[in-house]
């Protein structure tokens, strides 16, 4: 029976502080260092679910690392090291209170609310008449509040973040800057692999005045993904296209009376539902990026990231 790590409790030499997230428990050492453990929890609809996915985390990890690496020429990151196939180890940075979220199709949220009347998206207008899953004129940036854990994330505008001083002026400026151009990228990636990068979200910081980029990039839960084989076709159709991300997982929980309301239950998350969120995740991977997923031993996995965390923080 393959396991999941769904809670950790470390504690490394120099660490002064712990962070529980939805996803990813982050340990602060010596004020200096983020170690950044992506667990196998899974969340929708910002609840985290009963069950956590076997290799999720190690999937997750993976990707952003190769992502982030395969950026820095467009923002330095906050990236130092991947000791463990779960963990990465990264500069710590003062967050930015938004993340950037950018669309290139109306899907998803940004569907139901304009099915539901919305014409105007974070102080972005939107025309009439448009399908789900239609490309936009051109990417358009809807920002959101960074809720804390338990809160739902809110979408926010451009003047609003400037008017309540979340950001300044200059540094939303190079927050949009450094958006559109990793999203330029991601696409181009997504392009040579049969994919469309249809909608993702980026977080920022800043250390010693100067912007990085954090947290993970390009991965299924921050990102969303078409097949590119098909899509005009079952565009044209009114058809769903065929994805690549943690949407499968919403329709499912919709599917079964859950979108994270008062009063709603999770549904029961059986054996094979869990095996079969796992089998999509991997199948994104392998997908993504044209390597097969080598699955690590999920005997004894905190153990295994205590000891290869603990030795990469004494060669320092």
């Not at 010596?30 to 950044?36: A, E, G, R, T, W």
Request: charged fraction near 30%; hydrophobic fraction near 35%.
């Amino acid at each position: 029976m393959n396991k999941a790590l769904t809670k950790t409790d470390f504690h490394f030499e120099g660490q002064t502080n712990v962070y529980h997230g939805k996803v990813r428990d982050v340990y602060s050492v010596k004020d200096d260092l983020l170690v950044m453990v992506a667990t196998d929890r899974i969340s929708a609809f910002d609840v985290v679910l009963p069950k956590g996915i076997p290799y999720k985390g190690q999937m997750l990890n993976q990707i952003a690392a190769k992502f982030l690496d395969a950026t820095a020429d467009i923002v330095p990151n906050w990236k130092l090291a991947t000791p463990d196939p779960m963990v990465t180890v990264g500069l710590r940075c003062q967050g930015f209170p938004v993340e950037m979220i950018v669309r290139a199709y109306l899907c998803g949220s940004a569907w139901r609310a304009y099915k539901a009347g919305a014409r105007e998206i974070c102080g972005v207008p939107l025309p009439d008449g448009m399908r789900e899953n239609q490309a936009f004129p051109a990417p358009i940036i809807t920002p959101t509040t960074k809720a804390e854990l338990g809160l739902h994330d809110e979408d926010i505008s451009k003047q609003q973040i400037l008017d309540r001083g979340l950001v300044s002026p200059e540094d939303y400026a190079l927050l949009e800057q450094y958006t559109l151009a990793l999203f330029r990228r991601g696409t181009e990636v997504a392009a040579r692999r049969g994919l469309i990068l249809v909608d993702t979200k980026y977080e920022f910081g800043k250390r010693d005045g100067k912007v990085y980029l954090i947290d993970e990039i390009h991965t299924p839960d921050s990102s969303r993904y078409f097949y590119a084989d098909g899509y005009r076709e079952r565009f044209e159709r009114g058809e769903a296209q065929r994805q690549l991300s943690k949407e499968f997982v919403r329709e499912w929980l919709m599917d079964n009376g859950f979108q994270g309301k008062p009063g709603q239950q999770v549904p029961e998350m059986t054996d094979a539902i869990v095996d079969g969120i796992s089998d999509r995740y991997i199948e994104l991977y392998e997908h993504l990026t044209g390597e097969h997923f080598e699955r690590a031993d999920t005997a004894g996995l905190a153990q295994r990231i205590e000891r290869n965390v603990a030795e990469y923080l004494r060669q320092r």
